[in-house]
T-cell receptor
């Protein structure tokens, strides 16, 4: 049963500290998404990659957030420095876009990283 | 611009009763439409999706949804709700081509015995 995995599942840190969240997409998927979920804003897309290349990171605060895909099996989302307003659940999702089949693939979500910044 | 509206923030139904969750969308072309479910403390799980063809789509866990172009709606239904269906349900539509989804604000479903 292929699943998206995320680590850590929970993270408590102090303001100003660096936070790194990791995601392992489903093997063979070529698209990776990072979302943030809060009560106030709901689900927000932060960034996404296709074939490891960043396609859109317009939803991400560039001054403190960065997203990378060092290889096809690992995506990272980093916050430096972290702030209390970053407290949220961060989801990674992956999908497979089949060329010629249209531009909408199904996204499969990981269990999320629950981040609390004190 | 593309958008998704879920008019009901919270719905309570009795176990065994039927369920309909509303979703209205705004999209320029023929939309792709998705329903996801999120159980407490979990990630989102795809219930069903509409890409084209038959406007009545069957999903997992006994859910179905009907695409109605004239009403710009994609309502989720289940004939008999189980206590385990208590969760939050999200409707989603692509932002543009290319994978970005816009999610509705979600509808929280409570099931009473």
């Amino acid at each position: 049963d292929a699943r998206v995995t995320q680590t850590p599942r929970h993270k408590v840190t102090e303001m100003g500290q660096e936070v790194t969240m990791r995601c392992q997409p489903i093997l063979g998927h070529n698209t990776v998404f990072w979302y943030r979920q809060t009560m106030m804003q709901g689900l927000e897309l932060l960034a996404y990659f296709r074939n490891r290349a960043p396609l859109d990171d317009s939803g991400m605060p560039k001054d403190r957030f960065s997203a990378e895909m060092p290889d096809a099996t690992l995506a990272t989302l980093k916050i430096q420095p972290s702030e209390p307003r970053d407290s949220a659940v961060y989801f990674c999702a992956s999908g497979y876009l089949l060329a010629g089949e249209g531009e909408e693939e199904t996204q499969y979500f990981g269990p999320g990283t629950r981040l609390l910044v004190l | 611009a593309q958008s998704v509206t879920q008019p009901d923030i919270h719905i309570t139904v009795s176990e065994g009763a039927s369920l309909e969750l509303r979703c209205n969308y705004s999209y320029g072309a023929t939309p792709y439409l998705f329903w996801y479910v999120q159980s407490p403390g979990q990630g989102l799980q795809l219930l069903l999706k509409y890409f084209s063809g038959d406007t009545l789509v069957q999903g997992i866990k006994g859910f179905e949804a009907e695409f109605k172009r004239s009403q710009s709606s994609f309502n989720l239904r289940k004939p008999s709700v189980h206590w385990s269906d208590a969760a939050e349900y999200f409707c989603a539509v692509p932002y543009n081509q290319g994978g970005k989804l816009i999610f509705g604000q979600g509808t929280e479903l409570s099931v009473k015995p």
